[in-house]
């Protein structure tokens, strides 16, 4: 099975910050990649799919980038409604993986 | 709007079969992969399967011996069936659709439902 790592596993920031998460995978997987977000108690949300491409309805904050083994989640200007967990997710292989999971808490 | 709703017993107890509906409205079931995913109290999520709605199938190789998943065109539902649960079973559970990739390969999730947990215990 395709590994996926995330770092870092938690970030602080604060509203109108950059940051950035990395999202790994144990071998190449092209640019079948997604980001999801997900708040407290809720289902996920798809954020980004095929490694950069924004899903419809999502703010251009949100920017994906990366092929192969090494991808980024960028949010350029981090809002309220920003502060969440953060999950990668390969569909490369007919295994499904996902990254552990990256914490954006209020610093 | 596509919407997905999972529904179940709550409550199951260690041994015993987990079994989970989704019922999928404002789309046909026809034309999708949809997919289950779990997570666990607390951590990350974990894919559990996904099916073709002419009923191919794919498993968690971790899971693949204990379960069961259906599509009900008729009725624009998905089953889950997991066997022989244990308190490491508890979790919420999701359904899901797939976009395809390439016209044909199941890809990343579209829609979600919200989620039902699971509790294994007796």
């Known amino acids: 099975d395709i590994q996926m790592t995330q770092s870092p596993s938690t970030l602080s920031a604060s509203v109108g910050d950059s940051v950035t998460i990395t999202c790994r995978a144990s071998q190449s997987i092209s640019s079948w990649l997604a980001w999801y977000q997900q708040e407290p108690g809720k289902a996920p949300k798809l954020l980004i799919y095929?490694?950069?491409i924004l899903e419809s309805g999502v703010p251009s904050r949100f920017s994906g980038s990366g092929s192969g083994t090494e991808f980024t989640l960028t949010i350029s200007s981090l809002q309220p409604d920003d502060f969440a967990t953060y999950f990668c997710q390969q569909y490369n292989s007919y295994i499904f993986t996902f990254g552990p999971g990256t914490k954006v808490d209020i610093k | 709007q596509v919407q997905l709703q999972e529904s179940g017993p709550g409550l199951v107890k260690p041994s015993e079969t987990l079994s989970l509906t989704c019922t999928v409205s404002?789309?046909?079931?026809?034309?999708?992969?949809w997919s289950w995913f779990r997570q666990p109290p607390g951590k990350g999520l974990e894919w559990v399967a996904y099916?073709?709605?002419?009923?191919?199938?794919n498993f968690n190789p971790s899971l693949k011996s204990r379960l069961t998943i259906s599509v009900d065109t008729s009725k624009n539902q998905l089953s889950l069936q997991l066997i022989s649960v244990t308190a490491a079973d508890t979790a919420v559970y999701y359904c899901a659709r797939l976009v395809a990739v390439a016209g044909h390969y199941p890809g990343n999730v579209d829609y979600w439902g919200q989620g039902t947990l699971v509790t294994v215990s007796s």
């Open positions: 404002g789309d046909s079931i026809s034309g999708y992969y």
């Open positions: 099916i073709h709605y002419t009923g191919s199938t």
């Open positions: 095929k490694a950069s």
